[in-house]
């Protein structure tokens, strides 16, 4: 079953989504692991990884044109390699619906776990 966020329900379920999902959270111990994507629209983000972990935690969006079943779609928008906090401005073209998830791709992992998240600032 896939979530009520899932990046082909951003359609129709758009303001809904963006109204009622505030932050994607998961707490990872292997490579190729992610939050759940979530929608942004219009809203500045922040995400960050708290744990012990060696690893590149990566944020990454799918603007309102692409899939994220497509990997050239999905863009990295910036790192961490140790806890911390990044902040995002609003995307371009957000209020139609960029999707936003933040994990540890392929590679990246070593060891440990990085508790991780996403959410929406504002709105």
């Known amino acids: 079953q896939k979530p009520a966020f899932a ?11 963006a109204n009622s ?11 190729n692991t992610f939050t759940d994507w979530m ?6 983000w922040s995400a ?14 799918v603007p ?16 961490l390699t140790a806890p911390g906090v ?3 401005t609003a995307l371009c073209g957000a209020s139609v619906g960029w999707l936003v998830r933040v994990g540890i791709k392929t590679g990246d992992f070593t060891s440990g776990t990085a508790k ?8």
Request: charged share 15%; with cysteine; aromatic share 2%.
């Open 7 to 17: 990046p082909d329900n951003r359609g129709n379920n758009m303001a809904t989504l």
């Open 86 to 88: 990044l902040n995002g």
């Open 64 to 79: 309102p044109n692409g899939s994220a079943d497509t990997a050239a779609d999905i863009i990295d928008l910036d790192e």
């Open 116 to 123: 991780v998240g996403v959410c929406k600032v504002g709105d």
């Open 21 to 31: 999902v505030r932050s994607a959270e998961a707490s990872l111990t292997a490579e």
């Open 39 to 44: 929608v942004l629209s219009g809203s500045p």
């Open 48 to 61: 960050w990884a708290t744990g012990t972990f060696s690893a590149t935690v990566t944020v990454q969006a």
